[in-house]
Every structure is written in C-alpha cells, then in structure tokens.
C-alpha cells in the first residue's frame, strides 16, 4: 500500500480533515460574552444595594468593584471549562454562538454605563 495520501483524500469533502471541531472556540467566545455579562449584572447589583455592597466587598478600599470584577472573572472562567468540556469534540454553530456573545457584551456595556445603570435603578 502507498502511504502518501492523494490530495482527495486530504483537501477532499471530508467533514473530519476539512474543519475539526470548533467547539472550544465557540466556548471561549460564548463564555466572554456570559462573563462580561455577569460583570454588567454585578456592577448593578452592587450599586443598587447596600447588602449586596457589602457581600461584594472583598478589600475594602476598592469597595465592592473587588467583588464583582473577582466573581465575574470567576463566572467566565467557570462557564469557559464546562463549556470547553461539553464541546470539546463538537462542531457548533459558530455564528449564532458570535452573535449571542455580541449580545450580552453590549448587554454588559449597557449596564456598566452610569447613567443607564442609574436610569434602571431608579436614581
């Protein structure tokens, strides 16, 4: 037998060869976009409640923004491994996946923009 593969072989239709499986990126991406999310929720949450300040006050002289930005971090970093895990070997819809991470990024810039965010909380 030859063991040089025929150019059909490598370049051919091959779903396998062609395009692995996207799955880890599509996790990457969608898990940016639930993280900077959690961010936006957060920053609302611990500006619109002195109980939730407080809980989200890791080190005092930063006040409660060491909370939100550690515990977002934590939710990106948690959603990317299960996700990553999930669909480690799968190939995925990489558009809709871009398109949901776009949205909740601008989710999060809406909410961490200071006057919509006071707007919401009824200052």
């Known amino acids: 037998m030859n063991d040089i593969q025929s150019p ?68 990106w970093l948690i959603t990317w491994f299960i996700l990553a895990m999930r669909w480690r070997s799968k190939t995925i819809a990489i558009a809709k996946v871009n398109t949901v991470a776009f949205v909740l990024l601008g989710l999060s810039l809406l909410l961490t923009f200071p006057p919509f965010a006071d707007r919401l909380l009824g200052k």
């Not at 499986?21 to 409640?49: H, K």
């Open 8 to 75: 059909e072989r490598t370049y051919g239709n091959n779903s396998a060869i062609d395009h692995p499986p996207n799955g880890p990126v599509g996790a990457a991406i969608l898990s940016a976009g639930i993280g900077s999310c959690a961010l936006g929720i957060l920053a609302v949450i611990g500006d619109g409640s002195a109980a939730a300040a407080h809980w989200l006050t890791f080190y005092l002289p930063t006040g409660p923004l060491s909370g939100v930005t550690t515990t977002a971090i934590l939710v």
